[in-house]
């Protein structure tokens, strides 16, 4: 019994292989998402990526924000996430201190509203996206998510969103909008600019993914804990956190695979619902 079993198992991960192989994907790339741009600068910085199936129904969506302490990085899609059945869209966006952090979050909440007018244009469902990132990356998906302000201005309700799944994002006040403040990074502090502060029981599901509390970015990991407790307090009804033992800040790889765990465990949560 045990034979035959592993044998249907391994029939079916061949053909479902197969059926991802022979699935025809595309890449478009440094698409404009502001649409009048206030200077060359967010015109040049404000461009995405989208990877997409050509054919089929429609499919989930996953934006992913890069990295660089919101002063730097370069727009990006994981190369693990490409060709898995889903519409992968990296995002660019200003940097500090050539804008303050508000314009930036700005910059992200323009690009949540151009792939939802979008996304049939890309065989995206616009009911089954997703923010994710990492670092600053994760830090903008879980502003966007929980400060509902952000998207309202562009004319979207952040509880339509599918989920929010950040890697190791800074909970607390970004250590970037503290220097504008002149607060040192290494001096936590909760205001406007941290998730924390806006914590709400109706926010779409959220996944924190972090490193090992012992090797992550200064307080990193607890942050996080810290953010799971309060959404719980505040009966919020699926939080999750997940360490990555062994793994420090860049805990990239291990992490996607279980983002797309996620992502799919989600929807078919939501299915069910």
Not at 118 to 147: I, Q, R, T, V
Request: charged share 25%; aromatic share 10%; hydrophobic share 35%.
């Amino acid at each position: 019994m045990r034979t035959v079993l592993l044998f249907f198992i391994s029939l079916s991960t061949f053909f479902n292989a197969h059926s991802q192989a022979v699935q025809a994907y595309t890449t478009v790339e440094n698409i404009d998402y502001v649409e009048k741009p206030v200077s060359d600068y967010q015109r040049a910085q404000c461009q995405l990526d989208i990877h997409y199936p050509t054919e089929g129904e429609k499919r989930p969506i996953i934006i992913w924000y890069h990295g660089g302490g919101l002063t730097g990085g370069r727009k990006e899609i994981p190369s693990f996430l490409k060709e898995k059945g889903y519409v992968i869209v990296g995002v660019g966006y200003r940097f500090s201190p050539l804008v303050k952090v508000e314009d930036i979050i700005q910059d992200a909440a323009k690009s949540v509203s151009f792939v939802l007018k979008h996304a049939e244009k890309y065989n995206g469902d616009a009911g089954k996206m997703f923010l994710s990132g990492h670092s600053a990356g994760g830090y903008l998906a879980l502003m966007l998510g929980l400060n509902k302000r952000y998207l309202k201005e562009e004319g979207l309700d952040a509880n339509q969103l599918a989920g929010i799944i950040p890697f190791s994002g800074q909970a607390i006040t970004h250590f970037t909008a503290r220097k504008e403040q002149g607060v040192d990074e290494k001096q936590p502090t909760i205001d406007a600019y941290s998730p924390l502060f806006w914590v709400r029981k109706d926010a779409a599901p959220i996944v924190l993914l972090t490193g090992d509390r012992e090797k992550e970015m200064l307080g990193r990991y607890e942050e996080n804990a810290y953010l799971k407790r309060m959404l719980n307090v505040v009966g919020h009804r699926d939080t999750r956190l997940l360490e990555f033992d062994g793994y420090g800040h860049d805990m990239v790889y291990p992490g996607l695979p279980v983002l797309l765990d996620e992502v799919s465990r989600i929807l078919k949560q939501k299915d069910t619902n």
